[in-house]
């Protein structure tokens, strides 16, 4: 599906200057207008403050405030003007433990360096057809960061969209109903 991006307002981080000019070109050739680019994790702070972008793509690995401690200063921030702002991290390590740090700290995406326009697309598509509802807990505040559904799950159900957690709250109400009814008809008896 195609979309109208012209009036979206994007940031990019990198400390590396060509990746700038590549992700502006291929951005430009989605549709995007209004992009802004930043060097440094203090420097897209800054611009976050000032032009509140709809999307953030920021790279992993920079100085003087990488992208983990960016995502968490737009998050936390309360100059942040959108805390809810979708943030894609690109980074050229793959390791579990680093998608799980980034996850943890906020992000919205992830993309792993070198990728294709293609890959840049999907996750623009991605944030825009499959938004995620946000958690604010003592310790997270970001996208929530379950993204399977497992059909067969036995456990407690706990999120608010959750179908059985919605059908167990109708029958407890429906059982609640029935209990009801039984205690007045049994006061009903008793009075006779």
Known sequence: MAYDLTTTKILIVDDMAPMLTLCKSILSIFGFKNVYLAHNG????EMTIRHDPDLIITDWMMA????????????????????????????????KLRVEAARDCGITEFLVKPFTSRDLYN????????????????DFFGPDR????????????????????????????????????????AQNLSKK
């Open 64 to 95: 003087p405030m990488d992208g983990l401690q960016f995502t968490k200063e737009v998050r936390k921030n309360p100059l942040c003007p959108n805390p809810y702002v979708p943030i894609i991290m690109m980074t050229g390590f793959s390791s």
């Open 123 to 138: 996750r623009i598509v991605q944030i825009i057809e499959r938004p995620r509802q946000f958690v604010d807990a003592s």
């Open 146 to 185: 379950r993204r399977r559904v497992i059909k067969d799950y036995q456990g407690p159900q706990r999120r608010d969209d959750d179908d059985s957690k919605q059908e167990a709250t109708k029958e407890q109400k429906s059982a609640s109903d029935i209990l009801k009814k039984l205690r007045d008809e």
């Open 42 to 45: 203090e420097e897209a702070l």
